[in-house]
């Protein structure tokens, strides 16, 4: 790789010359992070042939190269095709009014916070906001954000699924006890332009324009610059209003459509492979992955790999790992 990026003619593709070249850089540090490994291991050789050291000392060496070499072979694990890609995340709320639309709202904070955390940028695709509530809070009937950052669609993707959560009612007059289910889905940022193995058809695609709005219905654009793509085969809807113009919109649904294709044709395939091993597949796709209760007790649990969290708080800000890291060893388990 290096020796092509040497070449004049290398950067005439912009864009497929920058993504080459992001390519490089992240198998350099990977690269340089299992060379500092294998030096850290020798030394520690060393350092017991020579019996140096105290007990205590040795024990924190071991504990500090055991975490060094999990969050490698939790790397390994990220080797699907798209794992290191930027993700589109969508969050849509389910029925109950405002109190799953407020939920909604809390789960998106609950991921931009996560993003955050990792250092990955987060822009608007599309947002449908609910309907104004107490003290000013707005809920979200359905939000698209992508995520762009290493590995954000390997770390996120198991996180598809219904959310739910248990709470006294913010809405309630009664203060009542109140059941919210809000799903996610998480995509691979997809380029239409080099996904050889999605084809889309002018004939299955229906284009509707419209103007873009925010919180209240008031327009935040005169002109229809929004775009709306409903896909005819599959029903799949698109909207992206993010863009300044319509054309931008146009392209960037169409490339969230691409990425909504692709993953359900990979679930087919392993729905596919699933069945001629004889298997079940034990998660489907919509279903609820995640409790979050937050009254008569506190606690978060996740259905699948049984991890529990009691500090509701903390998940809520955005503190995931426990749980993504739980998921995926648990994805890679069963492939």
């Given at each position: 790789?290096?020796?092509?990026?040497?070449?004049?003619?290398?950067?005439?593709?912009?864009?497929?010359?920058?993504?080459?070249?992001?390519?490089?850089?992240?198998?350099?540090?990977?690269?340089?992070?299992?060379?500092?490994?294998?030096?850290?291991?020798?030394?520690?050789?060393?350092?017991?042939?020579?019996?140096?050291?105290?007990?205590e000392?040795?024990?924190?060496?071991?504990?500090?190269?055991?975490?060094?070499?999990?969050?490698?072979?939790?790397?390994?694990?990220?080797?699907?095709?798209?794992?290191?890609?930027?993700?589109?995340?969508t969050?849509?709320?389910?029925?109950?009014?405002?109190?799953?639309?407020?939920?909604?709202?809390?789960?998106?904070?609950?991921?931009?916070?996560?993003?955050?955390?990792?250092?990955?940028?987060?822009?608007?695709?599309?947002?449908?906001?609910?309907?104004?509530?107490?003290?000013?809070?707005?809920?979200?009937?359905?939000?698209?954000?992508?995520?762009?950052?290493?590995?954000a669609?390997?770390?996120?993707?198991?996180?598809?699924?219904?959310?739910?959560l248990?709470?006294?009612?913010?809405?309630?007059?009664?203060?009542?006890?109140?059941?919210?289910?809000?799903?996610?889905?998480?995509t691979?940022?997809?380029?239409?332009?080099?996904?050889?193995?999605?084809?889309?058809?002018?004939?299955?695609?229906?284009?509707?324009?419209?103007?873009?709005?925010?919180?209240?219905?008031?327009?935040?654009?005169?002109?229809?610059?929004?775009?709306?793509?409903?896909?005819?085969?599959?029903?799949?809807?698109v909207?992206?209003?993010?863009?300044?113009?319509?054309?931008?919109?146009?392209?960037?649904?169409?490339?969230?459509?691409?990425s909504?294709?692709?993953?359900?044709?990979?679930?087919?395939?392993?729905?596919?492979m699933?069945?001629?091993?004889?298997?079940?597949?034990?998660?489907?796709?919509?279903?609820?992955?995640r409790?979050?209760?937050?009254?008569?007790?506190?606690?978060?649990?996740?259905?699948?790999?049984?991890?529990?969290?009691?500090n509701a708080?903390?998940?809520?800000?955005?503190?995931?790992?426990?749980?993504?890291?739980?998921?995926?060893?648990?994805?890679?388990?069963?492939?």
């Amino acid at each position: 790789m290096e020796q092509e990026i040497a070449r004049p003619d290398f950067w005439d593709n912009a864009r497929e010359a920058a993504q080459k070249s992001q390519r490089l850089a992240e198998l350099k540090e990977e690269v340089a992070r299992i060379d500092q490994l294998r030096k850290e291991l020798e030394d520690f050789k060393e350092l017991l042939a020579l019996s140096s050291g105290s007990q205590e000392e040795m024990q924190s060496q071991i504990q500090n190269l055991q975490y060094a070499l999990d969050k490698e072979e939790f790397r390994a694990f990220l080797s699907a095709k798209y794992d290191r890609a930027n993700a589109i995340l969508t969050i849509t709320a389910g029925a109950g009014g405002q109190d799953a639309q407020d939920w909604a709202a809390l789960l998106t904070r609950m991921y931009q916070r996560y993003c955050e955390r990792k250092g990955w940028k987060i822009s608007m695709v599309d947002e449908s906001f609910g309907d104004p509530g107490q003290e000013g809070r707005v809920g979200i009937k359905q939000i698209s954000f992508e995520i762009k950052g290493g590995y954000a669609f390997g770390m996120l993707k198991g996180e598809n699924g219904v959310h739910r959560l248990v709470r006294i009612s913010p809405f309630s007059a009664k203060s009542l006890r109140h059941t919210s289910f809000a799903s996610v889905e998480v995509t691979p940022e997809v380029s239409l332009k080099e996904e050889t193995e999605i084809a889309l058809n002018a004939e299955d695609l229906q284009t509707d324009f419209f103007r873009a709005s925010g919180p209240g219905g008031q327009n935040v654009n005169k002109r229809e610059t929004a775009v709306r793509i409903v896909h005819k085969p599959t029903g799949i809807v698109v909207t992206s209003q993010s863009q300044r113009s319509q054309q931008q919109n146009k392209e960037k649904a169409l490339d969230v459509l691409a990425s909504k294709l692709y993953v359900l044709k990979e679930k087919t395939r392993q729905d596919e492979m699933a069945k001629a091993r004889g298997e079940k597949r034990q998660i489907e796709w919509g279903s609820q992955i995640r409790s979050y209760v937050l009254h008569p007790y506190r606690l978060v649990k996740d259905v699948r790999t049984d991890v529990e969290v009691s500090n509701a708080e903390a998940v809520l800000d955005g503190d995931l790992d426990v749980f993504i890291e739980a998921e995926i060893r648990l994805m890679k388990h069963h492939d």
